[in-house]
């Protein structure tokens, strides 16, 4: 079976004593719940955008050439886009943003190699959506570690989506670096520096 980067937290959560998850404010938070959260904050209206796109009509040239670029420019803001969680704990809420951000991205690449205006299948990832957009703050340093690993086996996971999907060969190796979880008390910390090292 496939090892979801979010039951993570799950495991990190039962190896720490209840009375020292209280005291630090450590709680996993399930996918479902997370969803609930980042939906009305942002990923409805990135969804919603991109059905309105998806529905645009394709029978001439020009349409197709009119929605090839609004699916380019719909892509370069997904790739724009960074997000900060200050108490990300094992990372739950970046690892499941970054898997939802780049399953919207393959649609719109898979509906651009419909339209015949995107064939590219060489080595180069296609997507733009990465790992580095996401940032945390975590006070433990074994959760940071946690966070660390998440993103990363998530990473590894959309690759492979993305060859399954798009039908094309991508290098797994080197892992990008993976520096943007700092282990700092968010009170204290710099969050700007954190956010500008990308």
């Not at 495991?11 to 938070?29: L, N, P």
């Not at 939802?100 to 990832?125: C, G, M, P, W």
């Not at 580095?132 to 940071?144: K, L, R, T, Y």
């Amino acid at each position: 079976d496939e090892i979801s980067p979010t039951n993570f937290g799950c495991i990190f959560e039962s190896t720490v004593a209840k009375d020292v998850r209280d005291s630090g404010g450590m709680h996993y938070t399930t996918p479902a719940n997370i969803h609930k959260v980042i939906g009305p904050l942002f990923l409805n209206d990135l969804t919603s955008e991109l059905e309105v796109i998806l529905q645009l009509p394709t029978e001439t040239q020009q349409q197709r050439a009119i929605q090839y670029s609004k699916l380019e420019a719909y892509r370069k803001k997904l790739a724009s886009l960074r997000f900060l969680d200050p108490a990300c704990g094992s990372g739950n809420f970046l690892t499941e943003t970054y898997k939802l951000l780049h399953e919207l991205e393959l649609k719109a690449i898979v509906q651009e190699f419909k339209s015949n205006y995107y064939t590219r299948t060489d080595v180069n990832d296609p997507c733009g959506v990465s790992i580095n957009q996401f940032f945390g703050i975590e006070i433990d340093h074994f959760a940071a570690s946690v966070a660390r690993a998440s993103l990363w086996i998530a990473t590894c996971q959309l690759l492979q989506e993305t060859e399954n999907v798009l039908h094309c060969s991508l290098p797994t190796l080197p892992l990008e670096k993976n520096n943007n979880i700092l282990c700092d008390d968010a009170l204290s910390a710099d969050w700007n520096k954190l956010v500008k090292r990308r």
